[in-house]
């Protein structure tokens, strides 16, 4: 079993910044991969960004790659969203997950076993 508890959302104006963190605990935080996800109300849960359980393989959705970092710190069992030049399309719940396959950075949303309980990040204009 795995728990996930995100937190460091909130508003911002465009061009902003902000730092997503997700905490995990259970089993071992560095036996498996993350992920940060995002879901705008009535919208498909979209893709932002993975990394591999020791931080080596990241993946990003191109909408993202050159403004977000995601990053891990296996040894505080936590989870980072860095997110630069906000933009309002940026505005959506933002949830993190976990894989149980270590080296997998999937976009695939199912194939992801655990999920936390999101954390609203909103950009204004």
């Known amino acids: 079993q795995v728990q996930l508890v995100e937190s460091g959302g909130g508003l911002v104006q465009a061009g902003g910044s902000l730092r997503l963190s997700c905490a995990a605990s259970?089993?071992?935080?560095?036996?498996?991969?993350m992920a940060w996800f995002r879901q705008v109300t009535g919208k498909e849960r979209e893709f932002v960004a993975a990394?591999?359980?020791?931080?080596?393989?990241?993946n990003y959705v191109d909408s993202v790659r050159d403004r977000f970092t995601i990053s891990r710190d296996n040894a505080k069992n936590t989870l980072y969203l860095q997110m630069n030049n906000l933009k309002p399309e940026d505005t959506a719940i933002y949830y993190c997950?976990?894989?149980?396959?270590?080296?997998?950075?999937?976009?695939?949303?199912?194939?992801?076993?655990?999920w936390g309980q999101g954390t609203q990040v909103t950009v204004s204009s």
């Open positions: 990394v591999s359980w020791s931080g080596g393989t990241t």
């Open positions: 997950a976990a894989d149980l396959a270590p080296n997998i950075v999937t976009m695939v949303w199912d194939e992801y076993d655990y």
């Open positions: 259970g089993r071992t935080f560095s036996t498996y991969a």
